[in-house]
Structures are given as C-alpha cells and as structure tokens.
C-alpha cells in the first residue's frame, strides 16, 4: 500500500488528471451502453435484431477506425486529439437527445464509437509519453481499475438518470465528459513533453530544412501499416490477443448464455449477478497488486500464471453451477483477466518505436474484435453440442493464445539479440 501512494505521489500532475478522466469516461460509457437498447427500441423504435446490429456494428467500425486514431496520436499533439475527441462526443450524446430517425442514430452511434475508441488508444499513448518507464505498467493497471469502477457504477446512474427523461443518461454523460475535460483544458501545457510548446516555430523550420535536403520525411498511414504488419511481435501479440479476448472479454454474455440452458431462468438470474460480482470486485480490488508487478523481462512468466487461471476456472466452471463452486471458479478466471490485459499493454509498449506509440497501440486494440466474436461462437458451440464443450473450446483458444504469446516474445528476445550484434560490430 504504502508504494501504491508513493507511486501515485509521484506521477506527473498531468497523469493523475488523465486517470481521472478515464475514470469519468467509463462511467459515462457504460452509463449510456447499460441503457442503449432500451432507448433504441422505445424511443427510436428499432427492432430487436437492429438493435444488435446497431450496437455491434458500431464497436466493430470503432475499433478498426483506432488504428488510425492510433496513427493521428502519432502526428498530433496528443492532448489536443483527447480534447478535440471529448468535444465531439458530448455533440453526439447531446444530439440523441433529440435526434430519432434511425439511420441517423446509427450514424451518430458510429462516430461516437470512433472517437471512443481513438480515445482509448491515444490515452495509452499518452501515457508511455508521460510515465517514466518502470512505472508504466503499474499506470496502465490502475488506468483499468479506474475504468472498471467507472463500468461497475455506471447502469446504475444511467439507470437513475432515465427517470429525468429519455435523454437522460446522455445528459449525465455529457456532464460527466465535461466535467473531466475542464482540467484537461486548464492544464494542458501540463500535458506536452518538455520544450514542446516554445520550440514549436523552431522544429517547423527543421522539417523545412529537412525537405529541403531531401531527408525522407515522416511516413503516411500507409506505409505506417506495411511497417507494423512486417513486424511479427505486433502480429503474434494482437492475433493472441484477440483469442484470448473471446475468452474474458463476454464472460458475462456467455456464461448468461450458458446458465440460461442448464438451469431454470431464476436461478440462471441469480448466478449470472454472483458471476458478476465475483469479476467485479477481482478486477478492481486486485487489478493493480497484480498487474503492478509485470516486468517486460518477466512477462512470459506472468502470461503462464495468467493463462493457468483462465483454464483452471474455465474447467471448474464446466463441473458445477452451485453458487460457491462458479463464484471461486469467477475469482480464479479473473485473477487471468487482472493479468493478461496488462501484460498486453506493457509488451505493446515495450516494442512500439517511440514515433510511432500511438499507432502501435491502435493495432494492439484491434484485439476488440473478440468482444464480438466471443457470444457468437459460443451461442454456435451451445446449440449444436453438449453445454460443456463451450468451456473446452474456450480452454483451447486460451492455450493458443499463450502460445502466440510465446512466439511474440521470442520473436523479441531474437530481435534484441540481434541489434546487440549490430552494435557491438
């Protein structure tokens, strides 16, 4: 505890306002996530299966879109991206208030997404440019706690805010959102690396010179892309991780999906909210004990033990639905999850070239796309065989995804000991 508090001591004061803000923005997405069918379908009028095309569609558009958020990070000042993107989604929350045809929902619904998920990459980016090395996994670990508190309390204050009227919830997230860009906006210069803002005129005037010369300038998205899609460490860890995403990502959806075949619906209620908040409080109680010890030195050590959890509660989850048996088998799967997803980040990292942070991060969050796979294969698996062989399937994708893991990093070991030749010759 007590190096938890001097680390947080010793954070920029920009970092801590950055957190802050990630806190705020997953309370107010999940605010808003937590009642969007219900709006779609009473207040815009949507059918069932539109719902989940609208809702799903958005995510998918929004995470393949951060790739390119990933690479503007790169090539704009960060913080003014973050400003700029907070702007634009409290416009969009703001016009659902009043805007109800249905394309036009969807469209908006779209852009919203975007701009999150921009958000989300150029946050990570921020913070491998604020925080000091050794102390980078330790940010983005309490970086997921704060968003998994802000996850856990937002239903119930979108929930609260419905009975203001339907646009309620994006009012509350418009007020939220706003409320943590006010010091984003007041401190910004806080934000910007060391000599940013006064030597702005100077490095203008470098670049010219450069052109001049004939020295290659930055590279475009393009040729960004040719570079992370040669570099087998990014592809290893994103494919990997998006296996294992499939896995903890829907873990509620699936085990709904699930508890729902094997027992009577009341009882599939009541262990669906012990799943729940057996998840919850791992994740956000021990998110940041565990994920604060990951060294890029010991990663594969931690991805084993990580991996180990998720089979073990996924084989204990497949022998009994009794109340006790699911809520330590829930504990012991997420100690995985409080493992894994940090260790994704500090691997990304650890290999991102540092002009190109943003981008890197933006590749690394295509692993989202497994969110949306997830409840698919397991609704498939659920219909066409016993309810068991879910839980081997996932096993499986779980011990693949270690093994991609462990391919990213040989595949850096090799290269670092490649550049040490390079060097020393």
Sequence with gaps: MRNFLTMVRELPFAMKILLASSAA??????????????????????????????????VLVGTLASVY????????????????????????????TVIRDPFTVTAILVLASVASSSMGVAGNALISELVRPENRTKVFSLRYSLQNIGAAAGPFLGVAAVTAGAGGPFVLSVAVIGASLLPLVLFRRRFLAPG??????????AQDVEREQGVEEEPGFLDVLRRMRADRRLAYFTVGGILSIV?????????SQYLVLVEDRDTAYRLVAYVSAANAVVVIGAQYALGSRLRPNTLMKWLTVGTGAFVVGLLAMSLSTHAAVLVIAVVVFSIGEVIVVPAEFTF??????????????????????GIALGPILCGVLLQHFA?????????????????????????????????KVVNAA
């Design 196 to 205: 940013t803002a006064t030597a702005a005129p100077a490095a203008a005037a």
């Design 247 to 255: 896995v903890y990502g829907p873990l509620l959806t699936f085990m």
């Design 25 to 58: 923005r997953g309370l107010s997405f999940f605010a808003i996530l937590a009642y969007m069918p219900i709006y779609l379908y009473d207040t815009v009028g949507m059918g069932g299966a539109a719902i989940g095309y609208v809702i799903g569609g958005s």
């Design 387 to 419: 309810p068991a062989v879910m839980f081997y399937v996932l096993i499986a994708l779980v011990v693949a995804s270690w093994w991609l893991y462990a391919a990213g990093c040989r595949a850096t070991a090799a290269t670092r000991t490649a550049d």
């Design 348 to 369: 990304i990292d650890s290999i991102a070239p540092e002009n190109l942070r943003g981008s890197y991060f933006g590749a690394q969050n295509l692993i989202h796309v």
């Design 69 to 96: 958020g990933g690479y503007l990070a790169d090539r704009v000042t960060k913080i003014n991206l973050v400003i700029a993107l907070d702007i634009a989604i409290m416009a969009l929350y703001l016009s659902l």
